[in-house]
């Protein structure tokens, strides 16, 4: 654990809103990938390139297109012209249903998939791919359902993402942990599978954690970050990170994004 004191006493009043705010943060849904529960106490940078508009883009070009791990289907639901066939997978049951209630109105088929190989469906079955943050890409099979000259475009996490916080929690990471999810990495990965990739692109973002339930939602929510994170877990480095927050003001981190777009050769 990093070395820092977790035993600076709070005042009475410091103590009380510490435990109504992670009470409140620790009590609320988590479902889906909406983060809107954070206005007004947390703020992320936005990438440049506009993901969920050049998304959807692509998707008024498509003739079938699957969103891979869509988790509660938001930014799928956000196209403004959806292709003849659309279809998205994910594997957490509760974003499961959620994003069957909200995509299915717009006919689009939601299919419970184990986020492992083989996708399931046929070769070439969609002429566009498209990933929001996957945990894991599964090259080949995305190279196996594209047909020839079909797209596969993602935004994903890149290395060593909010370690800021991360490490305040876990303690300083190995080289080989914060130089996971290397953009160049993708590339090689996805040429290996016999795609060519037609545009990389990578960016350092600002983000800001106002108070400590912005917090506890976050590593509720994004569960990769602290990897068995729970309140009771991690209560006294909440302590110490709420009495930072009330004395010092934001919890500055910084994420990092990348956009992989690839084509199977015709």
């Known amino acids: ?4 004191s977790d035993a600076t006493p709070p005042t009475p009043g410091e103590a ?3 435990d109504a705010l992670v009470a409140e943060a620790d009590s609320v849904s988590v479902d889906g990938w909406d983060f809107s529960w954070l206005d007004g106490r947390a703020t992320e940078q936005r990438p440049s ?6 998304m959807g883009e692509r998707m008024g070009r498509a003739r079938a297109a699957l969103d891979i791990q869509t988790g509660g289907g938001e930014v799928l639901a956000s196209v403004p012209e959806l292709p003849p066939l659309a279809v998205a997978t994910e594997s957490w049951p509760p974003n499961i249903a959620r994003a069957t209630a909200l995509l299915h109105p717009l006919g689009v088929a939601v299919v419970a998939d184990a986020d492992e190989p083989p996708l399931p469906f046929g070769d070439g079955a969609f002429d566009l791919v498209a990933s929001r943050h996957p945990v894991t890409t599964w090259w080949d099979e995305i190279a196996r359902v594209l047909t020839p000259g079909g797209t596969y475009f993602s935004q994903q996490v890149g290395p060593a993402s909010v370690f800021e916080l991360v490490e305040f929690f876990l303690g300083p ?3 080989e942990v914060r130089g996971e999810r290397d953009p160049e990495r993708a590339r090689a990965d996805a040429e290996a599978a016999g795609l060519d990739v037609v545009d990389l692109r990578a960016e350092r973002l600002r983000t800001e954690f106002s108070d ?6 976050f590593l509720r929510k994004v569960v990769w970050m602290v990897p068995g994170f729970t309140v009771e877990r991690y209560r006294p480095r909440l302590a110490a990170l709420h009495h930072r927050l009330e ?20």
Request: cysteine-free; hydrophobic content about 45%.
């Open 212 to 217: 400590i339930g912005a917090v506890v939602y």
């Open 49 to 54: 390139w506009g993901y969920a508009r050049a």
């Open 247 to 266: 004395t010092e003001g934001p919890f500055v981190a910084h994420t990092t994004r990348f956009l992989i777009e690839a084509r199977k050769p015709e």
């Open 1 to 4: 654990m990093p070395a820092e």
């Open 173 to 175: 990471q190995p080289p």
């Open 16 to 18: 009380a809103r510490f």
